[in-house]
């Protein structure tokens, strides 16, 4: 794959994973904060499909260069999504 498209994949990836990142932290809180039982399971089950699309991204950013292979999951970093 030639370099500048690599480099832009490698950039969407980080982007993605930072959001993934993000949305991790809102739905960890999101049960405590809910008011009715029902939407807390939902917010519970979301968490969990969540955890599988930053595991997904993550997995696909550290083969995509030698560089992320040995690199672990990082907390989203400011200006992360530029």
Same mark, same amino acid.
């Given at each position: 794959? %030639?370099?500048?498209?690599?480099?832009? !994949?490698?950039?969407?990836?980080?982007?993605?994973?930072?959001i *993934?990142?993000?949305? !991790? @932290?809102?739905?960890? /809180? #999101? %049960?405590?904060? #809910?008011?009715?039982?029902? !939407?807390? *399971?939902?917010?519970?089950?979301? !968490?969990? *499909? @969540? *955890?599988?699309?930053e595991?997904?991204? /993550?997995?696909?950013?550290? #083969? @995509?260069?030698?560089?992320?292979?040995?690199? /672990? @999951?990082?907390?989203? /970093?400011?200006? #992360?999504?530029?």
């Amino acid at each position: 794959m %030639p370099a500048d498209i690599e480099d832009q !994949l490698v950039k969407h990836l980080t982007d993605a994973h930072a959001i *993934e990142e993000q949305a !991790l @932290t809102q739905m960890r /809180r #999101a %049960p405590g904060i #809910a008011d009715d039982p029902r !939407l807390a *399971e939902v917010f519970r089950r979301h !968490l969990e *499909e @969540t *955890e599988g699309h930053e595991r997904r991204v /993550r997995e696909r950013l550290a #083969a @995509t260069t030698p560089s992320h292979r040995s690199s /672990r @999951t990082s907390p989203a /970093r400011p200006g #992360a999504c530029r």
